[in-house]
């Protein structure tokens, strides 16, 4: 019966999943009905139970109670789960998750400054000038920190780098927080003036510099566990 219900489960699952690639199924639309969908795929409403809890965990549908499922648009939170959960069960450090960040984000800044057009670079500076305003506080310059890199990944048009960066952003921002917590106004000039130039290089359109100038965002706090 177990192996039954997961064949049965997994033929609804990629129906659904081809509905959603194919476009008959959008983000924010409900999916039918359990019943309709049991007759469609001529399984039982267990079945259909089966493969939207499937479906939930891995971030494509959201479950809602006494309301129809719905199709979810792509995103990082089914990946930051799993970032959570092994982090949890098998102790994977800040660092590591960091080190994944470096390697994604010096990639993603020569994305964005082969790309951006003058409002990309307006959003970046406005970011780096609210750095800039909450230079002394932690939390503050937290967020406008991590605002700084959301919009960098936005530019580099990557869609699954940046919902990766999304997934690890729970991670970063404790990172962040703690390294803010160890700096001195000294450090924190230098990691400010470390965005400027990034902004400056996506505004000259140079990839090589901006790639090099975020491996030195991520080394000028390495010993403080990144930044």
Known sequence: MGRSLDRLAASVVD???????????????????????????????????????????????????????????????????????LARAYGIAPAEFSALRRAVEI????????????????GLIEAVEQMASEIRTIDPWVEADLLFHRRLAAIAGQRLLAHLLEALEASTRETMRNAKLKRDLATTQRALRCHIELAEAVRARDPDRARALMAAHFDIVADLDGG
């Open 15 to 85: 129906g659904l999943l081809d509905d959603i690639a194919a476009g008959r199924l959008n983000p924010g639309e409900p999916l039918a009905p359990e019943a309709a969908l049991a007759e469609r795929f001529a399984v039982s409403k267990p079945v259909v139970r089966e493969a939207m809890a499937r479906l939930a965990v891995q971030g494509v549908v959201a479950i809602r109670h006494g309301r129809q499922t719905v199709v979810q648009p792509l995103s990082g939170g089914a990946v930051a789960d799993l970032f959570a959960t």
């Open 107 to 122: 990639e993603v800044a020569g994305l964005a400054a082969a790309r951006a057009d003058a409002e990309d670079v307006a």
